[in-house]
């Protein structure tokens, strides 16, 4: 399976490796490129929203990616499982957070264990596993008020919880791998659950429970693969062809917006056209034809002034703008500029779960390669967090 999500990656990769903010004139299929140029804004809206509906509209073009297998072998129910926890347990957890820990406590072992949770933030995914199943947990969590606030919890309701402050990344926790007989983690970032993979297959940890996210947060330049077999398949069918995956192209993996209403998502729409709208008066002033990114800023430049905007980007750019700026004409050229984004996301946009499930199949394959028995599953409906697989690890 994971040979058939490399290879059709690798053939498409022209349509989703890319930076839409700096690519104008994609060379790509002719008839692709004139569908999308006849789309009208409300198709663009509605094709953005249905991933479903995106993929059958795209399907000519893009037939191998109706044919993947799914990776799941399992699919948590639509409705999480409620576990009537007493609320002063989950003082202080989001009601989305909450939702996730309890569907993920669903697919995790109910007889008592010794687990390690890593990178446990408060530790509240270890507080409720200690409370429902009575595992005892070791909370692993690298900054020092996290670990003071979740060990007071778990002493204030007597659960048998310790947490360890430590930095995974420089900590082998040699003593803490030879306490327990397995770990879980809910969206430890990319390094992170890497080094939780590496760390439980060399200490031959029993049981290994991962959620994963935010797989572009790595140190390295560009992604080599985990797994034995994915890094040889990675090797021949991305780096040697000059395409090795950076972080950027990663970072497409995560890029859903399920999560955002309506004003979250126009506030979005209107940064994107000032920051393409600046980018065009920036390439007239300048005289440089690239693409010069911007820093992330808070959003609430985005609810001010466009011409505070642009002051503020020529200032961090250091070019100086012409005494009268035609403010609305700049604006149509972002707007302009937009839909041509948003009209070739919708094509990046098809691979961002293809590319997630070979990332998760590279992991469930390393995992193999070191002797576990390996399950995938869906832990949680896609609506309440978009990273919702679950590796689900038992060693043979
Ligand atoms: C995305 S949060 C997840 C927290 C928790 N598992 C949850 O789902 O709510 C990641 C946590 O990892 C911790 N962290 C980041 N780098 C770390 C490191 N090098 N060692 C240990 N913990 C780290 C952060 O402080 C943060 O609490």
């Known amino acids: 399976m994971l040979k058939q999500y ?3 990656l690798a053939e498409y990769a022209k349509y989703w490796q890319f930076s839409p903010f700096e690519c104008s004139r994609p060379d790509w299929n002719p008839t692709l490129v004139q569908y999308l140029v006849n789309l009208s804004e409300a198709e663009i809206e509605e094709l ?8 059958s509209c795209f399907s000519p073009w893009f037939p191998k990616l109706l044919v993947l297998p799914d990776i799941a072998d399992e699919v948590a129910d639509a409705a999480p499982p409620s576990y009537d926890i007493p609320f002063w347990l989950t003082n202080g957890i989001g009601g989305r957070k909450l939702a996730q820990i309890e569907a993920l406590l669903a697919q995790l072992p109910t007889q008592p264990q010794r687990l390690m949770e890593w990178c446990a933030g408060k530790g ?6 200690s409370f429902t199943y009575q595992h005892s947990v070791c909370s692993v969590e690298w900054q020092p008020a996290l670990c003071e606030a979740g060990q007071r919890l778990a002493q204030q309701h007597q659960l048998p919880q310790h947490f360890i402050q430590a930095d995974v990344l420089q900590h082998g926790l040699d003593e803490q791998w030879a306490q327990v007989d397995g770990a879980v983690a809910l969206h430890a970032c990319g390094d992170l659950h890497l080094q939780l993979l590496r760390a439980g297959a060399e200490h031959q940890v029993q049981n290994l429970y991962v959620a994963p996210c935010c797989y572009h947060l790595i140190k390295a330049d560009t992604y080599a693969g985990l797994s034995a077999y994915g890094q040889q398949l990675l090797r021949l069918h991305f780096m040697y062809a000059g395409r090795a995956l950076t972080r950027a192209d990663l970072k497409l993996a995560v890029q859903e917006q399920v999560t955002a209403g309506a004003r979250v998502a126009r506030l979005r729409q209107q940064e994107v056209q000032w920051r393409l709208a600046y980018q065009q008066l920036y390439q007239i002033v300048s005289g440089q034809l690239h693409y010069r990114p911007l820093p992330s800023v808070s959003k609430h430049w985005f609810s001010g002034e466009f011409e505070e905007f642009v002051q503020w980007a020529a200032q961090y750019h250091g070019i100086v703008l012409p005494p009268h700026i035609d403010i609305e004409r700049w604006l149509a050229h972002g707007e302009t500029a937009r839909l041509q984004v948003a009209r070739l996301d919708l094509v990046r946009h098809l691979f961002r779960r293809p590319l997630e499930a070979m990332l998760v199949l590279d992991r469930a394959t390393f995992l193999a390669e ?9 832990f949680c409906n896609y609506h309440l967090t978009p990273r919702n697989f679950l590796i689900s690890a038992c060693r043979a």
């Open 370 to 378: 070191h002797g576990y028995q390996v399950q995938i599953s869906e």
């Open 6 to 8: 490399v290879t059709t």
């Open 124 to 129: 509240h995914l270890g507080r409720l596993l």
């Open 48 to 55: 953005a929203a249905d991933s479903r509906l995106s993929l």
